[in-house]
């Protein structure tokens, strides 16, 4: 089997001149073979960039266009392919966008993988440890107490005993954030554990203690990015004298980051991104890794049921992996991009036993929000 053709496709809900937010836009690949097979896959990063990087020309050795590194070989080669791709993009970042697109494209080779062995994804990593996994939501609070009251019920409804709020200044004014967080744990109660992501917006160590003394009271079950994933030090301290679990990650790239992270900064929960570290190849690194150092791995996933499919079947091969975001979006790109999205079913999420990931692209939309440029 050979491949074919490596489709990069920009998909972008507003139009160009118009703002966009987390979950409206996308990179996805499409990797053909001539025995008809298709693999998909998707990137949560900058799509023009990722798209520029797949499709570019080859300058030299180092510096490689992945669409031309990938013509001709065997998908089912996955490792060395990673490997070549690695290689071939050196000149462009061995982290940050080079890895994204990395990552998309190798996501796409375990699902050509699958489909051509007639087994789930999970069944090529080893084998599933559990037919459902619980769910945590994540959702962007709202301009006033009525809206973020809505959202919260919406969650409830669908059985999540785990939250998690960020973005729209979340982090920037005390008072305004403890309010909204009073707020919700009045409406969920004390069983239901509530998780704040800060962006990286608290300033220093210092500033992360006074506002985690002051919030101390809601309970909460981790701080997600208190400060910028650079200020190892900073998470350090954080991490041994907040009394509040610390998490990160979801920015960084390869098990040599994550080294890095877990050496320097010692959190309680790492989050890497399978759509930006690396794809789910890098992930098994990342994983042991983190058992390793005695982190829990809470992945990161906030863009389309591919994401979403392909963290599924990840978590379903590790032992520990028990507990995976679940995008609270009204995108149309995570709603029905994905025909066979994976719906939360009592706060849960069932592992597809489909042979490779297991999902069905909506061609129309595909249409529809596709970027011709």
């Known amino acids: 089997m050979k491949i074919t053709d490596v489709e990069a496709i920009w998909l972008r809900v507003p139009a160009l001149d118009q703002a966009c937010e987390w979950g409206e836009d996308a990179l996805i690949v499409r990797i053909h073979t001539d025995t008809g097979l298709i693999g998909l896959g998707e990137t949560d ?132 954030d ?32 006074a506002q985690c003394n002051a919030l101390r009271e809601f309970n909460l079950g981790w701080i997600e990015e208190p400060l910028s994933s650079d200020d190892l ?56 890794m983190a058992q390793e150092y005695g982190a829990r791995l809470v992945p990161h996933g906030f863009s389309t049921g591919i994401l979403l499919a392909a963290t599924i079947h990840f978590l379903a091969s590790r032992e520990f992996g028990n507990l995976i975001e679940y995008s609270q979006s009204d995108s149309p790109l995570f709603r029905g991009l994905v025909k066979n999205l994976t719906p939360l079913e009592n706060g849960s999420v069932k592992v597809s036993d489909t042979p490779g990931l297991g999902i069905v692209l909506d061609e129309d939309m595909v249409q529809r929000y596709r970027v011709r440029k």
């Open 45 to 176: 990063s900058s799509p023009a960039v990722v798209k520029a990087l797949i499709e570019t020309p080859a300058s030299h050795e180092t510096c490689q266009g992945l669409r031309q590194v990938l013509i001709g070989e065997n998908p089912l080669e996955i490792d060395r392919l990673w490997k070549k791709m690695y290689r071939s993009t050196e000149y462009m970042g061995r982290r940050g966008v080079a890895i994204h697109a990395i990552s998309a494209l190798d996501i796409a080779l375990w699902d050509i993988a699958g489909q051509h062995y007639q087994v789930p994804v999970h069944t090529l990593l080893g084998g599933k440890y559990r037919d459902r996994i619980e769910a945590y939501g994540t959702f962007i609070p709202a301009a006033t107490d009525e809206q973020n009251h809505a959202i919260v019920a919406r969650l409830l409804s669908q059985g999540l005993r785990s939250i998690k709020l960020g973005g729209a200044g979340f982090g920037e004014n005390l008072p305004r």
């Open 178 to 209: 403890a309010h909204i967080l009073r707020k919700i744990r009045e409406q969920v109660g004390d069983e239901v554990q509530i998780q704040i992501d800060l962006v990286g917006r608290w300033l220093n160590s210092s500033h992360a203690m």
């Open 233 to 288: 030090r900073g998470l350090a301290y954080l991490a041994e004298h907040a009394g509040i679990p610390v998490s990160g990650g979801e920015g960084l790239a390869t098990r040599h980051e994550f080294r890095a992270f877990l050496e320097g900064s010692r959190p309680a929960i790492v989050q890497p991104d399978i759509t930006r570290c690396g794809g789910i190849s890098e992930m098994l690194h990342i994983y042991e």
